[in-house]
């Protein structure tokens, strides 16, 4: 069961134009989402992250939507620029006091082309 | 370094012989995940530490797979008598309490 989905395994968009990668959750206990990017041959790096009592968080060219209604997360960089080409991760983690602990759960990724 | 060291960086070995994946944390951190990304896959959960306590080994695929973390730092993931479908790359991350984890650069496994 994958709970945490990622349904554009690929993105192209030009250089300054906007990327918007989505998220999609089935776990309602979820309380927590995170955004990391991967380079070939190297382990992911943290991007952003927001908690679930909030429905938006800014950093920088990276923004982070949460629509928790809907189940649906979505990570936005304004502008786009070459060196932002990485694969995607979205992840989620479920509150404190659940089993699995601080599990991460991630999605399978969105491979983002920006082109010049 | 004040990041998450693996090593091997690469690990080539014959099917049916065991492996030994390390993992160093960054120092304080609390807590230590193993994940792994097979080709054309995603992240896959392994295991979860919390101190020297492993609350959650849901994702360990087959009892070959164990880990252990001593002095809640360093960790390690053997994999006995691997197999071809073990081929992948095994990430370790570490994080303080309720943070965002910091990820390792990976150990690649190739088993011939």
């Known amino acids: 069961d994958q709970q945490v989905k990622q349904n554009s395994p690929s993105l192209s968009v030009q250089e300054g134009r906007i990327s918007i990668l989505n998220c999609d959750y089935t776990n309602s206990m979820f309380d927590y989402f995170l955004w990391y990017k991967k380079y070939p041959a190297e382990g992911p790096t943290f991007l952003i992250s927001i908690s679930s009592i909030k429905d938006k968080n800014e950093d920088g060219r990276f923004t982070v939507f949460l629509n928790k209604s809907a189940k649906h997360l979505s990570l936005h960089i304004v502008p786009s620029q070459p060196g932002d080409s990485a694969v995607y991760f979205c992840a989620a983690r479920p509150p404190l006091g659940r089993s699995s602990g601080d599990k991460l759960t991630f999605g399978t990724g969105t491979r983002l082309a920006v082109r010049p | 370094g004040a990041g998450v060291s693996q090593s091997p960086s690469n690990k080539v070995t014959e099917k049916g012989k065991d492996v030994e994946l390390r993992c160093d944390p960054i120092s304080g951190h609390t807590a230590l995940y193993w994940y792994r990304q097979s080709l054309g896959q995603g992240l896959e959960f392994l295991i979860y530490?919390?101190?020297?306590?492993?609350?959650?080994k849901s994702g360990l695929p087959s009892d070959r797979f164990s880990a252990e973390r001593t002095g809640g730092s360093v960790s390690t993931l053997t994999i006995q008598r691997t197999q071809q479908e073990d081929s992948a790359v095994y990430l370790c991350?570490?994080?303080?309490?309720?943070?965002?984890?910091?990820f390792g650069p990976g150990t690649r496994l190739t088993v011939l």
């Open positions: 530490f919390q101190g020297n306590s492993a609350p959650d």
């Open positions: 991350a570490s994080s303080l309490f309720r943070s965002a984890a910091i």
